[in-house]
């Protein structure tokens, strides 16, 4: 009785699965259909991108998630196709779906991240950048990415901390050069004086020859009221790029301000030497000889630099001191007048107002 009970039992179990093995037949092989024609969809869509067809990749891939819209990988490629097409809202909507199928893929992060910064949506793109960085912290894209973001949104000390990580993550690449740039130009434009020298005197340190950071540090300085340290940063400068006359220019500035003529004239002339129609140096030995009383020195350089610079109302006004100086008055009230009607041409009543009374002076004898 058991054995024909066993027997029965047997054999009913074999009629149950192999009933079930044919029922589940067709979904096996609609299923194998399925993944076939979503597979050949994807590389479709895939010679499509590399043909730059962006239409025609497009339909394909939207032909794949009507398959499987569980597919992170169609809704990277709708999104990747898009942003080649510069569509950045729908590729942002593409790769926020494509996220949340894949949340741990640091790429659709970094993607998400760099369509959401194009559209202007620097402090979303930021949090984008910032799940990239959890996942994937040695990438130095995702933090370079991270960075413009947050400048864009004015996010300055995020900036800045951002900056100095990719200064940790690679000191010897360009990307540091151009981190130590960017940071220390935003500690600049916040007067934060004492970090920005702290910053680029670590940098110039490891890029001796790199000239940008250099005059960074001397502006910094500068601004700091370390004139000494400053200069002695621009003469280092001069080393690394001796035929740069803007170098030669800023010492001369500085010099001039600080009431020091003689070393400003060779500053400024030496600019000139290097670029002998530069309205600067021009400009800049005028004013000394102007300041010296060298009027027709003044005279030569301020013609000359009206001669370049036609619009300019301080070659004029420059100009008709020095004819004054030499009691060329009728020269010096042509000169000024020139100036007055270019001052008021530029709105500037300040200074208009200051060369009315030098021609009314003039007049009076």
Known sequence: MLSKLLSISSISLTILVFSSLISAQPNLIVAQIDQSELNNLLLAGNKYVESQNYDKALETYAKAADIDDQNSQIFSGIGYVQTLKKNYAEAAKAYQKAVKLSPKDPKLYHALGFCLGNLGKNLAAAEAYEQAIALEPDNLQNHLGLGVVLVRAEEYDRAVETYKNIITLAPDNQEAKDAYKIASRILLDQQKYSEAIALLEVAVKQQPYELDLKLQLAKALFNQGDITAGLQTLELATKVAPQNHLIYLQIGKILYQQGELDRALAEYQW???????????????????LAQKNYYRAIIDFRRLTELVPNNPRGYHNLGLALKGRNRDEEAIAALQQALELYKNDGNQEQANQVTKLIAEINQG
Do not use: N, V
Not at 271 to 289: H, N, V
């Open 271 to 289: 600019a000139a030497r290097l670029k002998p129609d530069d309205q600067s140096a021009i400009e800049g030995t005028g004013l000394i000889y």
